[in-house]
């Protein structure tokens, strides 16, 4: 059936990815967002291949690249004076003219989060179905057999003006308004929400250092039972982003009287504040979490709406965008009646976007977390990790077989940062359009 028109809830990354993929399909799409504006705070992200395949989808690869950069690759180092490179994955770059040959194509790029947002805002407001309702709070919602709704609070741009109520309604509309949802609370409760919340206290920085001295790659993840943390760069201008495991159960207060002593403990150089230019401090607590559906009726959940891990290895946005791409592929084969069953194919969404949280970013992320403090030290995780010992196998040329290679690749790719894994293993991404009858 043609769809007369799609609401998403939240003008994040991926509602306005899923916003811009539809519109270009032809489809109405309302775009409603709490805030007054997009989040600017310049927010760390690697996009790995999986994404950059539906940025192309889009058509805003080539901005993202233009504006963004490949990263060098990734190592994992110890806590010793020389910080000291114990594995490392290199992404080279192509040569002139090779940028779009395989296996380049869809190389990783890294560009902040709210530079992302722009780009993706603009194109979005190019397109003729496409509009961004900015101010609008949902309050509660609602269906029947024929539409859904939600029920909004409007505030004016400048805040200014009386709250006014109003109700937006759609044949399906689409959560995808982040790890406090108010659409997946009101389908399953405010406490409803399957996991658990990691004991570890994670403080996310962002600063200016100059790293240059000390051989940094342009991401690095450095492996000690107190001391783990990851130091990626972020944007051409040298901003990096730090991200540190931190004591748990002390004040926001308190975890910004130690920085300086964090900074001096774990960077390069032991700097002292005047050494380096402080941007965000952001305290926070990393969760592991899946709703117990992502489809109810006319009511569908994505991203972080619908999932969380931790951020160590990108896994979190990565897996966002590749529910948006799944998603994008369902309501296409909708309303061009290619998928004549609406709610087989809005269950097979579920299934597969909840399966692979479960088989793959959930029990990947955890690791790619717990291997950086769970050893008493470095030498002990080389020994151990089986990651670790496929790297350093791979590093001696004594990977051999075949097998060992595609592991490696797998592996790969689940870290941020990371060198350029194999374009075809796209393991998050699931295709929908096989599960189109009337192709």
Not at 165 to 176: K, Q, S
Request: glycine fraction near 10%; charge should be negative; proline fraction near 6%.
């Amino acid at each position: 059936m043609a769809l007369s028109k799609i609401v998403i809830v939240g003008a994040g990354p991926s509602g306005l990815l899923l916003a811009l993929l539809l519109a270009r399909a032809g489809i109405t799409v309302e775009l409603l967002e709490m805030t007054s504006a997009l989040d600017t705070n310049p927010r760390a992200s690697h996009y790995t291949p999986e994404s950059c395949i539906e940025f192309e989808r889009a058509g805003i690869l080539a901005q993202v690249r233009a504006e963004g950069f490949s990263p060098n690759g990734v190592s994992w180092r110890k806590m010793d004076e020389a910080k000291t490179r114990l594995v490392a994955l290199r992404n080279p770059d192509p040569a002139p003219g090779q940028e779009d040959d395989e296996p380049f194509r869809y190389r990783m790029v890294c560009l902040p989060l709210h530079r992302l947002g722009k780009i993706l805002e603009t194109a979005v407001l190019a397109q003729p179905t496409a509009s961004i309702r900015y101010g609008y709070k949902v309050i509660d919602i609602g269906q029947d057999s024929s539409k859904a709704w939600v029920d909004v609070e409007v505030t004016a741009p400048d805040g200014s003006g009386p709250i006014t109520p109003a109700r937006v309604e759609a044949d399906y509309i689409i959560g995808c308004d982040g790890a406090n949802s108010i659409i997946r609370r009101r389908l399953f409760g405010d406490w409803e929400f399957p996991g658990f919340t990691w004991d570890k206290q994670i403080v996310a920085t962002n600063m200016y250092y100059d790293f240059t001295p000390y051989g940094y790659d342009d991401s690095q993840f450095f492996v000690h039972p107190e001391h783990w943390h990851m130091v990626a760069k972020i944007q051409t201008d040298g901003l990096h982003r730090v991200t540190y495991g931190e004591i748990a159960g002390l004040t926001t207060e308190e975890l910004r009287a130690r920085q300086p002593g964090k900074f001096r403990d774990i960077l390069p150089g032991n700097p002292e504040p005047g050494e380096y230019k402080l941007v965000n401090f952001s305290p926070y607590k990393v969760h592991q979490r899946c709703a117990e559906r992502m489809r109810v009726g006319r009511f569908v959940l994505a991203a972080d709406a619908a999932h969380l891990c931790n951020p160590f290895g990108g896994l979190g946005l990565t897996g966002g965008i590749a529910d948006v791409g799944s998603l994008y592929e369902t309501l296409v084969g909708i309303d061009t009646g290619r998928a004549a069953d609406a709610d087989a194919i809005l269950d097979r969404y579920d299934t597969e976007r909840r399966r692979i949280w479960h088989d793959i970013i959930n029990p990947t992320s955890q690791e790619n977390m717990r291997r950086l403090f769970v050893y008493p030290d470095a030498d002990e995780a080389m020994k151990k990790d089986t990651f670790f010992k496929m790297l350093k196998r791979m590093e001696k040329g004594q990977a051999g077989v075949a097998g060992d290679e595609v592991e490696a690749e797998e592996e790969e790719k689940e870290e941020e940062g990371g060198g350029e894994p194999n374009p075809g293993m796209v393991s998050l991404r699931y295709d929908m359009t096989q599960h189109y009858d009337n192709v």
